[in-house]
Structures are given as structure tokens and as C-alpha cells.
């Protein structure tokens, strides 16, 4: 199984980006998935939630994002997208894909990020940095 991220880059305050997550060697639709935010220059590794969608496709969002971001996917090409729009410096850090036929939901994850490792498939992440 392969998770691969893409989509990062800088861009200024109000500004867009799309982030994409391909996943190979699975049948997608069994699949749970979500993105989190890991901040850079954090005292740990800690990684927020930010979106999640379930096999039946119902989404999840972090309260941060809510009404900003719009989490998707495409199952006839085996892809998860991350819209963000109106992006706010809070927004910048590596944004990690993770996918899961382990958990039930994926959507508690985005709430209370604990104990990520339960979620079989994580990608490498995409770096976004938001600034002027």
C-alpha cells in the first residue's frame, strides 16, 4: 500500500491550495480516511486533525476549518483532496494523509488526535506554509 501527499507549497495569507492524496494497492472504498497538521516547531510531534471522510462518505471537520476546507475524494481514481481556502498563517505546517480499514470511523481522530497509530497507512506528508 502506498499514501502519497501532494499539493503543498507557500502561499500568502486569503490565499487557496488543494492538497491530493493517491492511494494505491487497496480497494478505496473500505477505507476511512483523514488529514492532519503536524506544526513545525512544535515542543513535540503533535499532530492535529483537520478533516476526515468515511467509507459511506460523510466528513468530519476541525472546528478551525470548518467552513473553509472541504475534504473530498474521487474512489474512481483512488484519490482524497484537501481544499483549503482563505488559508490563515495557523494553517501552515507538513500535512499528513492517513487511511484505515482498522477503525470503525475515522472521524473521532479529528476531534481528539490520540493514539494515531491505530490508522494503518500514513503518507510522508506535504509542507504548507502560509505567509506574506
Known amino acids: 500500500v502506498q499514501v502519497v501527499e501532494s499539493g503543498g507549497g507557500s502561499v500568502q495569507p486569503g490565499g487557496s491550495l488543494r492538497l491530493s492524496c493517491a492511494v494505491s494497492?487497496?480497494?478505496?472504498?473500505?477505507?476511512?480516511m483523514a488529514w492532519f497538521r503536524e506544526v513545525r516547531d512544535a515542543p513535540e510531534k503533535w499532530r492535529e486533525g483537520?478533516?476526515?471522510?468515511?467509507?459511506?462518505?460523510?466528513?468530519t471537520y476541525d472546528d478551525s476549518v470548518e467552513g473553509r476546507f472541504v475534504i473530498s475524494r474521487d474512489t474512481t481514481k483512488n484519490i482524497m483532496y484537501l481544499q483549503m481556502n482563505n488559508l490563515t498563517p495557523e494553517a501552515s505546517g507538513t500535512y499528513y494523509c492517513?487511511?484505515?480499514?482498522?477503525?470503525?470511523?475515522?472521524?473521532?481522530?479529528?476531534?481528539?488526535?490520540?493514539?494515531?497509530?491505530?490508522?494503518?497507512?500514513w503518507g510522508q506528508g506535504t509542507q504548507v506554509t502560509v505567509s506574506s
Open positions: 483537520v478533516a476526515s471522510i468515511e467509507r459511506d462518505g460523510t466528513t
Open positions: 494497492g487497496v480497494n478505496f472504498e473500505e477505507y476511512c
Open positions: 492517513a487511511a484505515s480499514t482498522f477503525v470503525l470511523r475515522c472521524s473521532p481522530f479529528i476531534h481528539a488526535p490520540r493514539e494515531l497509530d491505530v490508522l494503518d497507512y
